[in-house]
């Protein structure tokens, strides 16, 4: 089953805009974690969040994390035509043990228009 | 290119065939991860190996699947029997467990068919 929702599930923004995706999980976490998907393709790690930090910055990625609201928030600014995917958050449970398997949300469909 | 490779990318069966996909993780990486995504989900879990052993398994694989990973490199997942419910994206991911925690490198997939 699905950890968790991602909101909205689908976002169209102009190039340049700031993309703001929204993830809320339901368990106790490790770590939260932000993968990307291109149409029909495997997923590619973007970004990790420890259940201790707050907020992380990866160039054009900024990603925070409220363990109380058991939620986290993906900004992408000024978005790129090649931004287009679908980004999905992924937890690892404290429940998981040492598998440490991902969890995923359903993802948020991002298109960024030229 | 994450540098785990999977085979085939696409498959197309008929429904009671039985159907085989492999990874082949990046060649470091002592865990590897099967997970099963359908049309407009994220990825769940299936089933992960340590090395050569198989330590955990989702109550997603039902008795028709079976995975191994024989001398703890490249690793086979194979349903018996496919059914219509089959259909969906087969994902292999791995990682190396006392470098960099938690993050997984995820192949590009297998994309079962079962007409």
């Known amino acids: 089953s699905q950890q968790g929702e991602e909101d909205p599930q689908a976002l169209s923004i102009q190039e340049g805009e700031n993309a703001t995706m929204n993830c809320s999980y339901k368990?106790?976490?490790?770590?939260l974690q932000w993968y990307r998907q291109n149409s029909g393709r495997g997923l590619v790690h973007l970004i990790l969040?420890?259940?201790?930090?707050r907020e992380k910055h990866s160039g054009r990625l900024r990603v925070t994390l409220d363990t109380s609201k058991k939620s986290s928030s993906l900004l992408i600014t000024a978005s790129r035509a090649a931004d287009t995917a679908s980004y999905f958050c992924?937890?690892?449970?404290?429940?998981?043990?040492?598998?440490?398997?991902?969890?995923f949300g359903s993802g948020t469909q991002l298109t960024v228009l030229p | 290119d994450t540098g785990v490779s999977q085979d085939p990318r696409h498959k197309i069966t008929k429904r009671g065939q039985n159907v085989t996909f492999r990874c082949d993780p990046i060649?470091?990486?002592?865990?590897l991860y099967w997970y099963r995504q359908t049309l407009g989900q994220g990825p769940e879990f299936l089933t992960y190996?340590?090395?050569?052993?198989?330590?955990?398994k989702s109550r997603l694989l039902s008795d028709r699947f079976s995975a191994e990973r024989p001398k703890g490199s490249f690793s086979t997942l194979e349903i018996q029997r496919t059914e219509q419910g089959d259909s969906a994206m087969y994902l292999c991911?791995?990682?190396?467990?006392?470098?960099?925690?938690?993050?997984?490198?995820f192949g590009p997939g297998t994309r079962l068919t079962v007409l």
């Open positions: 991911a791995s990682r190396q467990i006392m470098t960099r925690p938690s993050e997984q490198f």
């Open positions: 368990t106790s976490i490790n770590n």
């Open positions: 969040i420890r259940s201790n930090e």
């Open positions: 992924a937890t690892v449970p404290i429940s998981s043990g040492s598998a440490r398997q991902l969890t």
């Open positions: 060649s470091e990486h002592n865990r």
């Open positions: 190996f340590q090395n050569e052993a198989q330590l955990e």
